[in-house]
């Protein structure tokens, strides 16, 4: 999938091996009628619970539902908030070294309250809904994340 924003939508959901384009991302989302713009970045950090010196992190994705997923909860943060104005989900996947950003999630709205509240609700929902899994390297070994869960739905309000 190409990481180039979206002309005339203001969505921009994606799953894509290469790096996220975050410069794009913050540009995306900020608008003139929004006072509030938030980007939240997920990376790969040194340890996972247990598991000190990760040393890196690959994504698995069932690419086919990835998208769908995450078009879907942001139709459902737009239910929830109305004057959310342009939304962002985007994950990596591949093999990412510690400090990698493997999600963005930005949202913008008119009031920071509205921008805050969809940003956290498309993060939590992507990270409990879309089939992405991870495999963690660390100074003991290789496995998959502890924290898997099974996928469930994307909640409609």
Same mark, same amino acid.
């Given at each position: 999938? &190409? *990481?180039?924003?979206?002309? &005339?939508? +203001?969505?921009? %959901?994606?799953? @894509? =091996? +290469?790096?996220?384009?975050?410069?794009?991302?913050?540009?995306?989302?900020?608008?003139?009628?929004?006072? &509030? =713009?938030?980007?939240?970045?997920?990376?790969?950090?040194?340890?996972?619970?247990?598991?000190?010196?990760?040393?890196?992190?690959?994504?698995?994705?069932?690419?086919?539902?990835?998208?769908?997923? *995450?078009?879907?909860? $942001?139709?459902? /943060?737009?239910?929830?908030?109305? @004057?959310?104005?342009?939304?962002? *989900?985007?994950?990596? @996947?591949?093999? *990412?070294?510690?400090?990698?950003?493997? %999600? %963005?999630? /930005?949202?913008?709205?008119?009031?920071?309250?509205? =921008?805050?509240?969809?940003?956290?609700?498309?993060?939590?929902?992507?990270? $409990?809904?879309?089939?992405?899994?991870?495999?963690?390297?660390?100074?003991?070994?290789? +496995?998959?994340?502890?924290?898997?869960?099974?996928? +469930?739905?994307?909640? $409609?309000?």
């Amino acid at each position: 999938m &190409g *990481l180039d924003p979206p002309d &005339g939508r +203001d969505d921009w %959901v994606g799953i @894509t =091996a +290469d790096a996220l384009p975050m410069g794009a991302v913050a540009a995306f989302v900020e608008r003139a009628d929004c006072g &509030g =713009a938030v980007v939240f970045t997920g990376t790969v950090r040194d340890h996972s619970e247990g598991r000190p010196g990760v040393r890196s992190l690959e994504y698995e994705a069932y690419a086919e539902e990835v998208t769908p997923r *995450l078009a879907a909860i $942001a139709a459902e /943060a737009r239910v929830r908030w109305p @004057t959310v104005r342009r939304l962002v *989900l985007l994950h990596r @996947t591949g093999l *990412l070294a510690v400090g990698e950003a493997s %999600v %963005v999630v /930005a949202a913008s709205a008119p009031h920071r309250a509205e =921008a805050f509240d969809a940003a956290r609700f498309c993060i939590d929902t992507l990270k $409990a809904t879309a089939p992405i899994w991870k495999r963690e390297a660390w100074e003991g070994g290789e +496995d998959w994340s502890d924290c898997a869960h099974p996928v +469930d739905e994307v909640p $409609a309000s």
